[in-house]
């Protein structure tokens, strides 16, 4: 069955650092999606980044940059300098299958705390 | 502007009345679905449909019924609702296909979505 499994309900980091989210995913498609959202305080749900299962390079997007180890099966967010605006539940997703989204898988989120 | 409307924003029912939740999108999106959100729980999907008249099972449908008659609305129907349906749903979208990145720079699956309803069945 597939799954997505974030083992930290809860982060607390100080301004500036860098924090790293982790993800494991579970599937037996050798074809799948990596995806982050953020959901802030006011609720709405934003895409952060993606990572495909045939992509060489790790995915980045301005401060956020997804650390992809396959073999391993885990797809950890990586935020550098970290930001009060950066406190936030962030969910990371995936989506088996290339072609199309179909079916899409969320983990149980892990809320982050940001401390001036 | 795109966005992804849904109505509305907040409903408090008693269990047995049938409801509808609406969910519009003006960007020509082919796919469409809908999650509900619980604490700890993360979103689980409900239905999902790929194009008009294409629909399919998420991992909780149990309760739900979904419509995908015009390609900008997909709406979500409780037609008997219980006190564990009470929870956050999120409607969202997104292309499909080759078109995504072309149009959009979004990458395949990555999902608009709306605001958010708020449901609580007493």
């Known amino acids: 069955a597939q799954k997505i499994t974030q083992t930290q309900p809860g982060m607390f980091v100080q301004e500036k650092e860098a924090v790293t989210l982790d993800c494991t995913y579970d599937t037996s498609d050798p074809s799948y999606g990596l995806f982050w959202y953020k959901q802030p305080s006011s609720g709405e749900m934003i895409f952060l980044i993606y990572q495909g299962s045939y992509d060489q390079q790790n995915a980045t997007e301005g401060r956020y940059s997804l650390n992809f180890q396959k073999a391993r099966k885990s797809a950890n967010l990586v935020i550098s300098a970290s930001q009060l605006g950066d406190s936030a539940m962030y969910f990371c997703a995936m989506s088996p299958g290339y072609s199309s989204a179909s079916k899409i898988i969320f983990g149980s989120g892990t809320r982050l705390s940001i401390r001036p | 502007e795109a966005q992804v409307t849904q109505n509305p924003r907040y409903l408090i029912t008693v269990t047995g009345k049938k409801l509808t939740v609406t969910c519009s999108q003006n960007?020509?999106?082919?796919?469409m679905s809908w999650y509900r959100q619980d604490p700890g729980l993360g979103l689980r999907q409900i239905y999902y449909s790929m194009n008009v008249e294409v629909t399919d099972k998420g991992d909780v449908p149990e309760g739900y019924k979904v419509s995908r008659k015009e390609k900008r609305n997909f709406p979500l129907i409780l037609e008997s609702p219980s006190p564990n349906q009470t929870s956050l749903y999120f409607c969202?979208?997104?292309?499909?296909?080759?078109?995504?990145?072309?149009?959009?720079?979004?990458?395949?699956?990555?999902?608009?979505f709306g605001p958010g309803t708020r449901l609580t069945v007493l």
């Open positions: 960007m020509n999106h082919e796919y």
């Open positions: 969202a979208s997104s292309l499909l296909g080759q078109d995504l990145i072309r149009r959009t720079g979004l990458p395949r699956g990555a999902q608009y």
